[in-house]
Each structure stands twice: as C-alpha cells, then as structure tokens.
C-alpha cells in the first residue's frame, strides 16, 4: 500500500509565498516521477510542475515559470513545491502525484495525495 500525504497550503495574499510537502510512505521500490498538479473550481486537473527521478529533469507549467520551483528529497522520498510571487489564478486544490512501482517484478502505477488548498486573495 503506497500513500501520499501533502501538507502546507494555505491562504495568502498576491505577492506571498508558500511551499507545498509531499511524502510517499509504504511499499515503494521504485518512484519514476513526482509532480504537483492543481485543479480550480470549474477547470480541469492541470501538472503544475513534475521530476523524472532517472534524470533529474523538471518540467513546468508556463503560467509557473520562474515563479514555482519542484524539488525532490530522494532519501525521504519527499517532493517540495516552493510557490513564490502567487497570483489569485494560483488558487486551486493541489495534489501530489507519483508514479511508483511497489516491488520490483511490479508495473509503474500512479498514485494520488488528497490535495491540499492554495487560495491566493487579497
């Protein structure tokens, strides 16, 4: 059984910071990837920002560049968003994602957090 427990959000006024925690828990043999996406009331699930664990890549959304940073605790097997310089469109429900492979003979499988709420407001 794989988990995935997020924690930090909050609310903050335009221009705060926050930084989102993730930590995988459970049988876990192998994460490939770790990422944060985000919903808003109304709009789809969309990846906020993700790392590949083989090559350390990132990736991120273009509405977050050089505002948001992901960041990986490999030994902890904890992912970190630092979310800087937040806008009101930065509100929605994040969740952690990842991708796990819980025994070695086992396949890759995405796993989900519960989410925790951004809301960015004045």
């Known amino acids: 059984q794989v988990q995935l427990v997020e924690s930090g959000g909050g609310s903050v006024q335009p221009g705060g910071s926050l930084r989102l925690s993730c930590a995988a828990s459970?049988?876990?043999?192998?994460?490939?990837?770790m990422g944060w996406f985000r919903q808003a009331p109304g709009k789809e699930r969309e990846l906020v920002a993700g790392?590949?664990?083989?090559?350390?890549?990132?990736n991120y959304a273009d509405s977050v560049k050089g505002r948001f940073a992901i960041s990986r605790d490999y030994a902890k097997n904890m992912v970190y968003l630092e979310m800087n310089s937040l806008k009101p469109e930065d509100t929605g429900l994040y969740y952690c994602?990842?991708?796990?492979?819980?025994?070695?003979?086992?396949?890759?499988?995405?796993?989900w957090g519960q989410g925790t709420q951004v809301t960015v407001s004045s």
């Open positions: 790392t590949l664990t083989t090559t350390g890549s990132t």
């Open positions: 994602n990842a991708v796990i492979a819980p025994f070695q003979s086992s396949p890759n499988r995405s796993y």
């Open positions: 459970g049988t876990i043999f192998r994460i490939a990837f």
